[in-house]
């Protein structure tokens, strides 16, 4: 593997990278939001951004990529 076609292969690879650093840093925000509320609002906050990957995002993800 030559330099040329790393440096391509990294180029490649920059806006995945970003598309999936953006879409952790939803529920990283939101869940660090939460957890200054207290115990229960952060319990309950994880639940929901659970709730929502399984049945919404991960749903819509898959139909869009097919």
């Known amino acids: ?4 076609e790393a440096k391509e292969q990294v180029l ?4 995945m990278i970003i598309t ?5 840093s939803i529920t990283l ?7 200054h509320l207290g115990d229960l609002e952060l319990a309950s906050s ?3 951004n659970s709730w929502a990957v399984v049945t919404g995002l ?3 993800l898959g139909v869009l990529r097919i």
């Open 1 to 4: 593997m030559d330099m040329e």
């Open 12 to 15: 490649f690879s920059v806006p």
């Open 20 to 24: 999936n650093v953006s879409y952790y």
């Open 29 to 35: 925000i939101s869940v660090m939001f939460a957890g």
């Open 46 to 48: 994880t639940l929901a």
């Open 58 to 60: 991960a749903l819509v």
